[in-house]
Each structure stands twice: as C-alpha cells, then as structure tokens.
C-alpha cells in the first residue's frame, strides 16, 4: 500500500530490503522483489502519489510545466549554452521520471548493450542477453485508435507479456504520410526502418511510446499499479526525503562498512528517522538524487568531502562525476496548413474541450506525445574524421536523432509549424553533480555541461543541417514555406557569404536555444572491479561497502544512443534477477 505518513506503516514489521526513490527503478524492484510474498520491501519516495495527478496522465501534455510533480532544478551557467542556466526536469513523483517524462521508447542500439557488455566484464549486458529483460518489461499494446498498424512496426521484437505498456500513436496527424513519403523519396540516411528498437536503429520509423490505451504508463501505473500495490508485503512511503545512509553495525570481517541504515524526513527542520534493511539497502534515486545522497553518508571523493565538512567514509572519487546526457534543440519552420497541433496549446478552450473527449471516451490528439516519428542518423565520414575518435558505440549506432512534430512545442502565439527536435545522442561532454551545501534538502549543483566539446556542438550542427535536407524533399512542396531552399533556423538569409559563416551563424542560434534531453546518466558508473574509477561493481553493490547497491540510470558509464527510460527498466529488471539469485544462493 501507499502511505503518507510514517506513524501509518505498522511498525513491528522489519523490511528486507529498503528502496530509496519509487522511481523508474525503483518501482521495478519494489514489484520484482515483493513478487515472494515472504520478502518485505519499503519504498521511500521523496515526491507524491501518482494517484490523481491527471496533468501526468495525459500523453501530449508532458511537454507543459508541472512544477508540482517535479524537483524544479536549474543547471549551473552552461559555458556551451553561452552561460545560460537551464530548467533540469525530474520527476518528484510515484514513478520518477517514468511520470513526467515525454513516454519515447527508444531501447537503443544493439552495439551500446554490447559496450556495456565489454565495459563491465559481464555478457550478461550484451544486446541478446538483455532481450529477455526488454521483453519482461514491455507489454505490446493496441494503440488508441485501434488501427491497423501492419508496417508500422516489427511484431516478431516485442513482448506481449510484460508490465510496462509500449504503443504506436493512436491518433493520425496530418504529416504522416508526407513524412513517409519523404523518407521514400530521400532514401539514403531517410531509408524506412521497420522498427528502430530491432538494435539496429539507423534510418525513419514509427515513434513507439509508454502509452496504455491513450493513458501515461509510468513505472507506477504499470510496476506499482492495482494488481500489485495491495501486496502485504509491499510499503511505499511518500513525501519521504531520504537525507543520508548509515553504518548500521560494526564493520564486515574484511573491515568494510555495513551500510543497511537509511535517515528520513518530512522537513528540512523536523525530526530525522531511521529504519534497518534486514538485507540490503536499495540505491534508486536517479542520476541526480543517488549522487547527492552518497556525498551526503560520506562516499565520494575524499578531499571535496572534506572540504564540505562530511565525515569521510569511502573515498570514491567517480561519485558525481561522468554526467552524461543528449542535448536537445526544437526547431520549428512555419507551414502553409492549419491541421497542425498549434492551437491545442494556445487555445484552452479547445484544450479543455479535448480533455473532455481523452477523459471520456480515451481519444483525440491527447492521446499521443509530441513526436509521430523519429530518425536515427550518423555523421558523414567526411565530418567523423575531423575527429580523433567516434564515441559511437560501433557502426550501427546513430550520432543524432530528429523527433517530427505536427506543430511548435514552445508554443509560438500565432501561425503553424512542423516542429523537429534535435539531439546528439552519443555526447562526448561530460558533467558533474556535486552538493551545493550539506542540506539534503538543498539541490545539488547539476552541471551537465551541454555541447562543450567540438565533437557536440559540431553533430548538432549537422542534425539541423539533417532536418533541412528532410523538408527539401519534393513531397513537402507548397506545404513548408520556403521549400526548395527551407532556410536554416535562427540565420535571416540563405545567402550567406560562405559555408563557414552558415555555420558560425548555426552554432550561435544552437548554444542559444539549445536545451536537455534530461536523459542524465552516470554518475554512479558501474566498472570492472579494481578498474580504479566507478562507482558500483557489475553486480550494482558500492565499491568497498557492504549492503549496499545502486540501481537506476546513474549506472551506466556511457549514456544508451537513444531515450534512456527502456534502458533503465533493463537495468532494474536484471538488477531483480541478480539480488534474487544471489539471496537464494545465501540461503534465504
Ligand atoms: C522531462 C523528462 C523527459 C524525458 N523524456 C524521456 C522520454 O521521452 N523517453 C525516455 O526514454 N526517457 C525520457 N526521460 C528520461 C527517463 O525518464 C529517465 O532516464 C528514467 O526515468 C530515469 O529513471 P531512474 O530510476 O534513474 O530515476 P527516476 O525515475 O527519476 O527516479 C528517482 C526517484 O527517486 C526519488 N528521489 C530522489 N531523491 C530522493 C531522496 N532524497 N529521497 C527519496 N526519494 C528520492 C525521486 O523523486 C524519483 O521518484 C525523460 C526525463 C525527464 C525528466
């Protein structure tokens, strides 16, 4: 069940495991372990119930601000963006991010699985090993609409019996044919691919999103929904912030801490609790939180814990560092139609009108996310060889990708759009996260560092280049104003004086306007054990401690090429696996 409140848990019962962060997750762990009705689980979730947040139900309105569902952190000034600081979404939530974020399901390429594969030692990552913990996790779904999807997507990759529903749209926007039909016209890096979730992602497809029947699946509807929230064996505490993790014991016979005792409160000035793991405690508070709270209890890097005033427990100097994400850039250009989503966001009238038709009879634009179809593309070889190296995973993997949109998602007050959304999605910059001040209530600094390499900056450049070449294709004729010759976004003329200064002009309206994926990622890598860097070990236990594991999307030491929640379901259903393996092995 879902308490509010700590004096509601009855308190004769001692808890197994102890989850901090009902996120993504977190979420899967809490169901996966509690699947043994004698194994005890407390989830402590620092934001609230999912239960009535509607705003987060409604797929198309996760592009809109909900700052009651959300941590409402800001980056430090990003040298990259030309010191802007910028809004860094998280969920503050039952679900985590799972329950705000813009539902893609985009499970990356085969090569990344693979790397990860290398990296840590372990096969059990590569791309056909984890096929059986996509499947766990994805339950193919009929879109809204019921539509005839054939060509749409491949069925023979997708599961039909896992928790978490995957769909297509399942509500056509007037764009769609065209797009397909200037895929067919482009070929090349436009080709059709069937389904960009086969490993192999390179080309145009079918944006394939968390979406049950028009409705948000997070991690919380479908891991934490009714059919196992009732499980007396499963507590989940909300509006619970977890300020620190404690040595609950003396020290293991190899000296290393024992670290089962997790501090909690409700206000930064009220009184501090603590509860036990009679087994382990379970690290899920996402790239941000998990970070925070481990330099909180003394883990990280020595002297700037020192520097803090924060008794040294572990030195481990990777905690924080390695912060990778996808930065991402809406372009929009202005179109001659009117049968674009434009006016649903300006228009509240008609807005509330077409909540009405989602809230009742499960249909409308509402049903569906902001993008109809994605493209995954890679660098020209004549640009990759600028470069030292290719932070591609291997040679199936894209270094960008454009989202389509039938209209502006900033919302501009007049006209109408076609909208692509740029990203690098193999950055090469890397970022930290690291504590402002010792409060646990206080954010950290969150620094992401966007597009400071040339390698970034230089593979946005050429994904809006990309989107330009898509809108000269014949078909969009009459329909793009300006086609042929689309103009590139934030530059006046077409007739610049030479490339260089096409490109100069393209770079300044890129740092300017350029923003997050929020897809943040490792800072709590996980690595070979005796590698010297990392965080957490191939089985997700904190270097040098006891009781102790990290699981949730801090773990990767390189960001997936694409969106990172598929990712992190896999992460947390094999992290399930592992712990149940290895309590079963100890005899428990
Ligand atoms: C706005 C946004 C849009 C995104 N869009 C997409 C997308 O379209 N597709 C995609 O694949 N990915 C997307 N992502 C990324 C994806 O959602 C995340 O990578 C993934 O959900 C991360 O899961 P996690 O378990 O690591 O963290 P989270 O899901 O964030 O879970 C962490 C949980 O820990 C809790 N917590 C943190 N600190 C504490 C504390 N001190 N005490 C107690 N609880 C705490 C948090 O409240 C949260 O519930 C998006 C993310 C955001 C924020």
């Given at each position: 069940?879902?308490?509010?409140?700590?004096?509601?848990?009855?308190?004769?019962?001692?808890?197994?495991?102890?989850?901090?962060?009902?996120?993504?997750?977190?979420?899967?762990?809490?169901?996966?372990?509690?699947?043994?009705?004698?194994?005890?689980?407390?989830?402590?979730?620092?934001?609230?119930?999912?239960?009535?947040?509607?705003?987060?139900?409604?797929?198309?309105?996760?592009?809109?601000?909900?700052?009651?569902?959300?941590?409402?952190?800001?980056?430090?000034?990003?040298?990259?963006?030309?010191?802007?600081?910028?809004?860094?979404?998280?969920?503050?939530?039952?679900?985590?991010?799972?329950?705000?974020?813009?539902?893609?399901?985009?499970?990356?390429?085969?090569?990344?699985?693979?790397?990860?594969?290398?990296?840590?030692?372990?096969?059990?990552?590569?791309?056909?090993?984890?096929?059986?913990?996509?499947?766990?996790?994805?339950?193919?779904?009929?879109?809204?609409?019921?539509?005839?999807?054939?060509?749409?997507?491949?069925?023979?990759?997708?599961?039909?019996?896992?928790?978490?529903?995957?769909?297509?749209?399942?509500?056509?926007?007037?764009?769609?044919?065209?797009?397909?039909?200037?895929?067919?016209?482009?070929?090349?890096?436009?080709?059709?691919?069937?389904?960009?979730?086969?490993?192999?992602?390179?080309?145009?497809?079918?944006?394939?999103?968390?979406?049950?029947?028009?409705?948000?699946?997070?991690?919380a509807t479908s891991y934490l929904g009714p059919e196992f929230i009732n499980r007396p064996?499963?507590?989940?505490?909300?509006?619970?912030?977890?300020?620190?993790?404690?040595?609950?014991?003396?020290?293991?016979?190899?000296?290393?801490?024992?670290?089962?005792?997790?501090?909690?409160?409700?206000?930064?000035?009220?009184?501090?609790?603590?509860?036990?793991?009679?087994?382990?405690?379970?690290?899920?508070?996402?790239?941000?939180?998990?970070?925070?709270?481990?330099?909180?209890?003394?883990?990280?890097?020595?002297?700037?814990?020192?520097?803090?005033?924060?008794?040294?427990?572990?030195?481990?100097?990777?905690?924080?560092?390695?912060?990778?994400?996808?930065?991402?850039?809406?372009?929009?250009?202005?179109?001659?139609?009117?049968?674009?989503?434009?006016?649903?966001?300006?228009?509240?009238?008609?807005?509330?009108?077409?909540?009405?038709?989602?809230?009742?009879?499960?249909?409308?634009?509402?049903?569906?996310?902001?993008?109809?179809?994605?493209?995954?593309?890679?660098?020209?070889?004549?640009?990759?060889?600028?470069?030292?190296?290719?932070?591609?995973?291997?040679?199936?993997?894209?270094?960008?990708?454009?989202?389509?949109?039938?209209?502006?998602?900033?919302?501009?007050?007049?006209g109408h759009f076609i909208g692509i959304t740029t990203r690098v999605v193999t950055p090469e910059s890397r970022g930290s996260v690291l504590l402002n001040t010792t409060d646990?209530?206080?954010?950290?600094?969150?620094?992401?560092?966007?597009?400071?390499?040339?390698?970034?900056?230089?593979?946005?450049?050429?994904?809006?280049?990309?989107?330009?070449?898509?809108?000269?294709?014949?078909?969009?004729?009459?329909?793009?104003?300006?086609?042929?010759?689309?103009?590139?976004?934030?530059?006046?003329?077409?007739?610049?004086?030479?490339?260089?200064?096409?490109?100069?002009?393209?770079?300044?309206?890129?740092?300017?306007?350029?923003?997050?994926?929020?897809?943040?990622?490792?800072?709590?890598?996980?690595?070979?054990?005796?590698?010297?860097?990392?965080?957490?070990?191939?089985?997700?236990?904190?270097?040098?401690?006891?009781?102790?594991?990290?699981?949730?999307?801090?773990?990767?030491?390189?960001?997936?090429?694409?969106?990172?929640?598929?990712?992190?379901?896999?992460?947390?259903?094999?992290?399930?696996?592992?712990?149940?393996?290895?309590?079963?092995?100890?005899?428990?």
């Open positions: 069940a879902v308490y509010g409140r700590t004096d509601e848990l009855q308190q004769s019962t001692s808890w197994d495991f102890v989850i901090i962060g009902g996120g993504t997750a977190g979420s899967v762990l809490a169901n996966r372990l509690t699947e043994d009705l004698n194994t005890s689980v407390l989830v402590l979730e620092a934001g609230v119930s999912n239960i009535g947040a509607v705003p987060t139900q409604i797929p198309f309105f996760c592009t809109l601000p909900h700052p009651e569902y959300d941590w409402n952190y800001t980056t430090t000034a990003q040298e990259g963006l030309n010191g802007r600081e910028i809004a860094y979404g998280r969920g503050f939530i039952l679900g985590g991010s799972s329950s705000v974020n813009g539902l893609f399901y985009t499970r990356g390429s085969e090569d990344d699985f693979n790397r990860l594969a290398d990296v840590t030692g372990d096969s059990g990552w590569s791309w056909d090993n984890v096929q059986t913990y996509f499947h766990r996790n994805e339950r193919w779904t009929p879109p809204a609409d019921h539509h005839n999807t054939t060509g749409e997507y491949d069925p023979s990759i997708h599961s039909l019996t896992g928790i978490n529903a995957v769909s297509l749209a399942g509500f056509p926007q007037s764009i769609n044919e065209n797009i397909i039909q200037a895929s067919n016209e482009l070929g090349g890096e436009f080709q059709f691919n069937l389904d960009m979730n086969s490993g192999t992602p390179l080309g145009l497809g079918w944006l394939q999103a968390t979406i049950d029947g028009g409705n948000r699946s997070s991690a064996n499963l507590h989940v505490l909300v509006n619970t912030r977890v300020t620190r993790i404690l040595q609950s014991s003396p020290s293991s016979s190899d000296g290393s801490p024992i670290l089962t005792t997790v501090e909690y409160a409700f206000s930064p000035d009220g009184p501090r609790y603590q509860v036990t793991a009679s087994k382990e405690l379970l690290l899920s508070a996402g790239a941000i939180g998990t970070p925070q709270i481990l330099m909180n209890s003394g883990i990280g890097n020595s002297s700037f814990l020192t520097s803090m005033g924060i008794p040294v427990l572990m030195d481990l100097p990777s905690v924080g560092q390695n912060f990778t994400d996808h930065p991402r850039l809406v372009n929009n250009w202005a179109v001659t139609g009117n049968h674009t989503f434009d006016a649903i966001y300006r228009n509240s009238t008609l807005s509330n009108d077409l909540e009405e038709v989602w809230n009742e009879r499960g249909k409308g634009p509402l049903v569906d996310t902001f993008v109809s179809h994605l493209l995954f593309a890679r660098l020209n070889n004549s640009v990759l060889d600028q470069f030292s190296a290719d932070p591609a995973a291997g040679n199936h993997t894209a270094h960008y990708e454009l989202g389509f949109s039938n209209g502006d998602i900033n919302v501009a007050p007049t646990p209530f206080t954010a950290p600094l969150i620094n992401p560092e966007l597009l400071s390499t040339d390698f970034d900056i230089v593979t946005m450049r050429e994904a809006v280049k990309t989107a330009v070449k898509f809108l000269n294709a014949p078909v969009w004729t009459g329909y793009v104003v300006g086609n042929p010759d689309v103009p590139y976004p934030g530059i006046n003329t077409t007739s610049s004086d030479s490339d260089m200064d096409i490109d100069e002009q393209l770079d300044a309206y890129i740092r300017n306007n350029t923003g997050t994926s929020a897809h943040a990622v490792g800072t709590a890598a996980m690595s070979l054990p005796d590698s010297g860097y990392g965080v957490v070990e191939p089985n997700f236990t904190v270097k040098g401690v006891r009781g102790l594991r990290v699981i949730d999307a801090s773990i990767f030491p390189f960001v997936p090429s694409g969106h990172t929640q598929a990712p992190t379901y896999v992460v947390a259903e094999r992290a399930s696996e592992m712990i149940k393996e290895f309590w079963a092995q100890e005899g428990f």
